[in-house]
Structures are given as structure tokens and as C-alpha cells.
DNA sequence: TCTCACACCTTTGAAGTGG
DNA sequence: CCACTTCAAAGGTGTGAGA
């Protein structure tokens, strides 16, 4: 697939997005998606670095069909539904580059799930990491991504917890969870609390489900009270100066901050008249007008929800600021101090 | 390949205004 | 008092020059 036909699968897939999909929120997801390559869950880490979702990945790569990865994943009842499913794939089919610097850079597209199947009334953590792929780090050719050599010295994992953790089954399903606060740095000296990655190596996000009732601080994210999510077209390159130029176009066509003259073009091409145009796709500023109609609600609101906010089914929530990250162990035994 | 300054843009919240 | 509008500061973004 070339990507200049990415480009077009990526504003395509924006323009005509289907009506029956206006009330899923900033993420459509197509029902009756043929994908034959699964999402993976597990208890723990059991993939270890990611190694699954590497084969996943190369099994659709090699196979250079368009076909977008599921947006759904199962375990024990436990369902979660990468909610921009259709944005992280035309990504993906392109490579998904993901800038870092020193201060700390946000990912575009982030994560944004819908989670169903918990408890409730049960208080759960959830907490997002991002491991290799592979030991292998790459280059850029001029066309294509190429390993380059051994990767550099994996550096300790650091997680980002929700800043809403821990929260009730009932609060998670409720709404999105979005972890668009969440940096990515290649400074190993980060005191932020910033994810933590080396350029021009490949990454995976998974996302780690805890119940903080069973929350010890000898807990392990690869324990097996643990339930580990990945989402194969999530994966990306770590880069501090994007390589590919199509994926610093798409960047700034549909990242809201992003500026640039091809931003402009597309939001012109983007009627305001058409009906199915959603607010992905809308720029901020119409975004705001709309929210106007309303009492204020948060940025993460009006970029996601949007729809469902107007129509009364979820309700403005103002998020806090996330939470310092303190090692894993050290938070749990916060939580389990907290819920004494 | 990486860093940094820059211009451009959105978000946010305080202040102002009118009913 | 409330809802809405306006405005400025803060912060996020990609770009491009230079190291």
C-alpha cells in the first residue's frame, strides 16, 4: 500500500464516516469490521516485550492489505475498545511515528478506550506503559522503516496511572478513559514522570486494569492480578524529528494544536454544512461554539464525547491533574493506605 | 540525527456584559 | 444570579535552521 493512498484512507475514513456511529464519541468504530488479526489481552505481561503484537503486526504488514486491525479486546468478561480505532489504523498503515523531547511530548493520536465488564461498584486502577517491540532499533531509508542494529539498553518501565485511578467500575464505563495527558520523553534524567523511550526504536502501548481492593504493594504489572490490554495498531516509532513526511502531514491535518497551511485546506474542504462530519474532525473553534451552548466542560470533553455531551448521555467532567508517578508499588500501597 | 527558537493555534479561566 | 461573550495568558504543535 502506498502511502500517499494512506493519506487519502485517513481524510476518506474522517469525511464519510457513517451516521449510525455519531453517538460513539471523537472515536467511530465500523461494526462489522473484517479484521483477522486479533487484539490481544492477557493476565500479566505474559507477552513479554511486546513479542505478539510484533507478529501481529509483521503478519499484517506482509500481508500489505488495508484492512484496519479490531477495535475490540476480551478477557474474563473484560471488554475494552480502543475508542479512535479507525485514526490509529490509517496511522498505523502509514507507521505511526510518535515525536519525544526533552520536555515531554503528548502522543497523537492518543489512547482513548471504552471499557465494559467490570464490577460496578468495585474500585479498579488503570495504568498505561509503553514497552519495546522488539530489541531491534531502526532507520528511516527515505521510504521505508529498516533495522538499523541492536536496540539500546531498555531503560526501567515507567507507568502512567490515570489521574481518575482508582475510580469504580461503574465511573470507568461511564465515560471514555482517555490518557491523552500522558508525555513521552528521551531524557533519562526526566523528573516529570514522563514515559521514558529511546528514539528510532519501536513501541507498544498497554494499557494494565487493577483492582485496587486486591491491590498490594508487591503487586506486579505482569502479576496475575493484573489484566494487560494491547492494541497492535497502536505500536509506534519513537522519533525526535518525524522521518516519514506524509506522517508529519497527517499530524498536522488532524492534530486540533497542530498549525500549517495543509491544516487549513483540509478544514475548508470540510463543509461545516455536512451533517456527518464529526468532531474529530472539526476544528477546535467549532468545537468551542458548540460547547458554548453549555457550561464549560474540559478540553478532553469537547476533542472526545462531544456528541453524547449534547445529548445529555454523559456528563461534563472536569479531570484532575495527573498525579505525580511514583513507582508502582510505592502508589499501590497509597491506594491501599487511602481505602482503609 | 538531534536541538532549539519560532510562529501559529487551541485551551482555559477570569472579567465584563446583559437579561 | 445566571448565562453568555470577550480577551489574554498558558501551553501544545510542526517547521526549519543549525549543530
Given at each position: ?9 485517513l481524510?476518506s ?41 510484533s507478529t ?11 484492512e ?27 507507521k ?58 531498555h ?19 461511564q ?5 491523552y ?17 529511546h ?10 486494569l ?5 491491590a ?69 473553534k467549532?468545537l ?9 466542560v474540559?478540553s ?10 449534547l445529548?445529555?448521555?454523559a456528563?461534563?467532567?472536569k479531570?484532575?491533574?495527573p498525579?505525580?508517578?511514583p ?11 487511602k481505602?482503609?
Amino acid at each position: 500500500m502506498l502511502i500517499t493512498d494512506c493519506y487519502e484512507n485517513l481524510k476518506s475514513a474522517l469525511i464519510n464516516r457513517p451516521t449510525s456511529n455519531l453517538n460513539a464519541g471523537m472515536g467511530y468504530v465500523i461494526a462489522n469490521e473484517e479484521a483477522n488479526i486479533p487484539a490481544t489481552s492477557t493476565p500479566g505481561s505474559a507477552m513479554g516485550t511486546g513479542q505478539m503484537a510484533s507478529t501481529l503486526n509483521s503478519a499484517a504488514r506482509s500481508n500489505n492489505q488495508p484492512e484496519n486491525l479490531p477495535p475490540e479486546s476480551t478477557y474474563s468478561g473484560i471488554k475494552v475498545m480502543l475508542d479512535n480505532n479507525n485514526m490509529w489504523n490509517e496511522f498505523f498503515k502509514c507507521k505511526t511515528e510518535m515525536i519525544i523531547t526533552k520536555q515531554g511530548r503528548r502522543m497523537f493520536p492518543y489512547c482513548r478506550f471504552r471499557i465494559s465488564g467490570l464490577e460496578p461498584f468495585q474500585k479498579y486502577t488503570l495504568l498505561m506503559d509503553i514497552n519495546p517491540v522488539d530489541n531491534k532499533c531502526y532507520k528511516w531509508t527515505g521510504q521505508d522503516w529498516q533495522m538499523s542494529g541492536k536496540a539500546e539498553a531498555h531503560l526501567l518501565r515507567r507507568v502512567f496511572i490515570h489521574p481518575d485511578s482508582p475510580s469504580s467500575g461503574h465511573l470507568w464505563m461511564q465515560n471514555p478513559v482517555s490518557f491523552y495527558k500522558l508525555k513521552l520523553t528521551d531524557n533519562t534524567m526526566d523528573q516529570e514522570g514522563n514515559v521514558i523511550l529511546h528514539p528510532m526504536h519501536r513501541y507498544l502501548p498497554h494499557l494494565h486494569l487493577v483492582s485496587a481492593e486486591t491491590a498490594t504493594e508487591d503487586t506486579q504489572l505482569n502479576g496475575t492480578d493484573v489484566i494487560t490490554f494491547t492494541f497492535p495498531q497502536t505500536e509506534f516509532f519513537a522519533v525526535t524529528a518525524y522521518q516519514n513526511v506524509r506522517m508529519s502531514q497527517f499530524k498536522a491535518d488532524f492534530n486540533p494544536f497542530a498549525s500549517g497551511p495543509n491544516s487549513q485546506a483540509l478544514k475548508l474542504k470540510m463543509s461545516p454544512s455536512n451533517e456527518l462530519k464529526k468532531d474529530e474532525t472539526r476544528s477546535p473553534k467549532e468545537l468551542n461554539q458548540k460547547a458554548s451552548q453549555s457550561s464549560s466542560v474540559s478540553s478532553e470533553a469537547k476533542m472526545t464525547g462531544f456528541d453524547e455531551l449534547l445529548q445529555g448521555k454523559a456528563k461534563p467532567h472536569k479531570r484532575p491533574e495527573p498525579v505525580p508517578l511514583p513507582l508502582l508499588a510505592l502508589y499501590l500501597q497509597q491506594l491501599k493506605s487511602k481505602s482503609r
